[in-house]
């Protein structure tokens, strides 16, 4: 990775020294700075800012006569404040609005921002993102975990060209986000690549040339084998700072849908890095509504790395105990990367008779599933034999419904239904308590 220059908002001098020296052993320039006004003064010329302040909650506001000032003072609207101060605005945290203040300055906007948390506070990590934090790091972390992830954003700043992020404006004005949407199974055979292809083709159908599909199952993909399709390129054509239609045609085209596929050679697979994979990620993300990815279902370091960036991550599980013990295990790494607020859980029935029931695998994980896919031997035996996805191919069917229906719930289109009862992160059976 090239070095980049890092300005560090860190108070505690220890420990803005032990976060400078990591990172300068690993050839980056890091300069500290103890108050958000040398930030504010100092960050343009940056690559990347790193913020690490206590959390501080945010108080209710006052009413004028408590703050000390006359009512008529209040209704003229806020008061001046000093050049070059940070003022905090109502609700706002002090790292929120430090956060908040350098995404409001034309000159600073596009610098990725890294936030540490000194707590394990869901409501400020949600709080620092909302701000416009574009990653946020919580104690305990591990200086490879510190070191990547500032790589991460180092890729994506060489990518965007130090632009800042582009809003696009879907119908009536709203804004349009762009999305990741990862399906990962809980162990090998329970169909994942199945559904990434169904989900994309129906995603495509509704968002035609507005969807890519991503084989990102390591080492070998199958995707190509369930569109009947022989790549001529892959993802490792994918280019920083490429225009949209170089990225177009990295892909194969498949009706509206672009695919991107592995390199055939497993040595040249082994070889992609978590970093080149986010970036290549984020490549598209600029250029496609959705961007579906077959995350496979044996999830190494790069997985789990470029999941982090995935907005929705749909788990896959049959309705047997393996596949339960196996899924209890991905939710528990999940749960420690913080990722569990972003995953749908799909049951997908393989077989004509299975030992377990929806309340027994809800009981089990203890959360509810959003949907089931139901069996059907001839239909997906018939769509792989034929490269023809069973939303094409059967459109009216009970699976193709089905996997409409989740393609709709993993982009967030639709919610999944909420069953009153269901008991709520809490894993029983399989030795989680």
Request: a negative charge.
């Amino acid at each position: 990775m090239p070095a980049s220059s890092i300005l560090l908002l860190e108070p505690d001098q220890a420990e803005g020294d032990r976060i400078a020296e990591i990172l300068r052993h690993a050839g980056h320039t890091c300069d500290l700075v103890a108050d958000a006004a040398d930030l504010s003064t100092r960050a343009a010329a940056r690559d990347i800012l790193l913020v690490d302040l206590p959390y501080e909650p945010a108080a209710p506001e006052a009413a004028p006569a408590e703050r000390g000032i006359a009512p008529e003072d209040d209704a003229a609207g806020p008061r001046a404040t000093a050049p070059g101060s940070m003022a905090t605005g109502p609700g706002l945290p002090g790292a929120a609005q430090v956060v908040h203040d350098i995404r409001a300055s034309a000159a600073t906007a596009p610098i990725p921002i890294l936030c540490f948390t000194r707590t394990a506070s869901v409501d400020e990590r949600i709080r620092l993102l909302e701000a416009g934090a574009d990653d946020v790091i919580a104690r305990p972390w591990d200086a490879r975990e510190l070191l990547a992830r500032v790589d991460a954003l180092g890729v994506r700043m060489q990518l965007s060209g130090g632009a800042a992020p582009v809003k696009r404006e879907g119908a009536g004005g709203s804004e349009r986000r762009h999305e990741i949407i990862a399906l990962l199974g809980a162990k090998g055979g329970v169909g994942v690549t199945t559904l990434a292809v169904n989900v994309a083709v129906a995603l495509a159908e509704r968002q035609p040339a507005q969807v890519a599909l991503v084989d990102l199952a390591l080492p070998i993909g199958q995707v190509p084998i369930h569109l009947d399709l022989t790549p001529r390129h892959d993802i490792t054509d994918l280019a920083a700072g490429s225009d949209e239609a170089t990225v177009r045609g990295a892909g194969e085209r498949y009706g509206t849908l672009d695919v991107f596929c592995l390199p055939d050679d497993l040595d040249t697979a082994d070889r992609l890095s978590a970093v080149g994979i986010i970036g290549a990620l984020d490549e598209l993300r600029a250029v496609y509504r959705y961007v579906v990815v077959d995350a496979g279902s044996s999830p190494d370091s790069r997985t789990l790395a470029f999941l982090e960036t995935a907005d929705r991550i749909v788990l896959v599980t049959l309705p047997e105990i393996p596949s339960l013990r196996a899924l209890v295990s991905i939710e528990q790494v999940l749960g420690e990367r913080r990722l569990s607020d972003r995953t749908l859980h799909v049951v997908n029935h393989l077989l004509a008779h299975e030992p377990l029931k929806r309340g027994d695998i809800e009981e089990t994980l203890g959360t509810s599933i959003a949907l089931e896919i139901p069996h059907h031997d001839l239909l997906f035996g018939k769509a792989v034999n034929e490269g023809i996805p069973v939303v094409r191919s059967a459109p009216r069917s009970e699976p193709a419904e089905r996997l409409s229906r989740l393609a709709a719930l993993a982009a967030g289109v639709e919610e999944p239904d909420e069953e009153p009862g269901t008991p709520k992160r809490r894993f029983r059976l399989l030795g989680r308590g």
